[in-house]
């Protein structure tokens, strides 16, 4: 595990800035047959944990739709730092997801639409689309599934894709009781007439 950290993340610290780092933890539990049950903290820091910018509170409940996809119903409270001061968001989001299997990949898939209620600022809808594809059923004896993943986000205000999410990292399926993922991630933001990268490090893990 330590070689497995040394080698994702000293390669991203050789960036002109030290990149972000996001941690998240979720929860899930089966209510009955039908409905499950989440939560969701998640944590994101300027400069590797250096100051915290951004923390979200999710809960919602998902079902499955018809076969092979999930629907599920959220509420997230989200405060970021703007400037000097914390600004607070409500944001309640529904998302419809399905996964499959092709051989050796396994591909999933979702749409979200959230409704952005923010302090002193009309409220607003985005959506949220987003593919995965994992490869593999684990390598190495820490049984690493590597995967990318590609976000996009469309303000339905505006009327525009403003941000773009690019993943590449691995889940560790030897961690019993828990999913880990470890990842690296490219977000590109449209400011100013013009594409923004920020770099970012995360880690979630999931029960």
């Known amino acids: 595990?330590?070689?497995?950290?040394?080698?994702?993340?000293?390669?991203?610290?050789?960036?002109?800035?030290?990149?972000?780092?996001?941690?998240?933890?979720?929860?899930?539990?089966?209510?009955?047959?039908t409905y499950t049950l989440s939560m969701e903290g998640d944590f994101r820091s300027f400069?590797?944990?250096?100051?915290?910018?951004?923390?979200?509170?999710?809960?919602?409940?998902?079902?499955?739709?018809?076969?092979?996809?999930?629907?599920?119903?959220?509420i997230r409270e989200v405060f970021e730092w703007k400037g000097d001061i914390w600004k607070q968001e409500h944001r309640p989001h529904g998302t419809i997801s399905t996964k499959m299997k092709l051989g050796l990949f396994g591909v999933s898939a979702r749409?979200?639409?959230?409704?952005?209620?923010?302090?002193?600022?009309?409220?607003?809808?985005?959506?949220?689309?987003?593919?995965?594809?994992?490869?593999?059923n684990g390598f190495t004896p820490l049984e690493l599934v590597p995967y990318v993943a590609d976000e996009i986000f469309y303000d339905m205000e505006e009327s525009e894709l403003n941000r773009n999410r690019f993943y590449v990292g691995c889940e560790i399926k030897s961690i019993s009781m828990m999913k880990v993922i470890i990842y690296h991630l490219i977000q590109d933001d449209w400011k100013n007439n013009g594409w923004e990268q920020t770099y970012i490090v995360g880690m979630k893990f999931s029960l």
């Open 111 to 136: 749409a979200r639409l959230e409704y952005r209620i923010k302090q002193d600022k009309d409220p607003v809808f985005r959506n949220r689309d987003m593919v995965s594809i994992k490869f593999g």
């Open 1 to 33: 595990m330590k070689k497995l950290l040394t080698g994702i993340f000293i390669p991203l610290c050789l960036f002109a800035e030290l990149p972000e780092l996001w941690q998240a933890a979720k929860i899930s539990k089966p209510i009955n047959d």
């Open 47 to 74: 400069n590797l944990g250096e100051q915290l910018k951004y923390y979200h509170g999710d809960m919602g409940i998902s079902f499955p739709l018809i076969s092979n996809f999930k629907v599920s119903v959220n």
